[in-house]
């Protein structure tokens, strides 16, 4: 029997109410990963000398906006940039707009007086 089909059986309140009960059970952990994620990370973000580009794509919701703006506000040297109309994997769901970006950015910073080194 498919998940559709076991689903089709029950009641729809049933249905509805356990939507919503996982949701919010959802929320509540990346909620509780964001905060982690964010102290974990934190001061070693707080160190970075290096020019940083921090993307986000529009839909995605494993790391909240919050935590987003807060980590791209503490980086020193950080450009946040927010891809539209992409998901999680931005660079594959929409390719053609994080390779300009990232392209913007690089040329930025190369016009700064950054140099590259070759290893």
């Known amino acids: 029997i498919s998940e559709e089909q076991a ?9 509805r109410e356990f939507g919503e009960w996982k949701y919010a059970l959802d929320q509540t952990i990346l909620r509780q990963l964001n905060l982690e994620f ?11 000398t290096c020019p940083v580009l921090c993307l986000r794509s529009s839909h995605q919701s494993i790391i909240d906006d919050t935590t987003w703006e807060n980590l791209a506000a503490i980086i020193p040297n950080a450009t946040g ?9 931005v660079m594959l769901s929409a390719p053609e707009a994080f390779n300009a970006r990232v392209l913007d950015f690089l040329y930025t910073i190369g016009s700064a007086g950054d140099t590259w080194q070759e290893f």
């Open 7 to 15: 689903t089709s059986l029950l009641p729809s309140r049933l249905v």
């Open 38 to 48: 964010f102290s974990n990370v934190a001061d070693d973000a707080r160190q970075l």
């Open 81 to 89: 940039a927010i891809i539209p109309q992409s998901r999680h994997t």
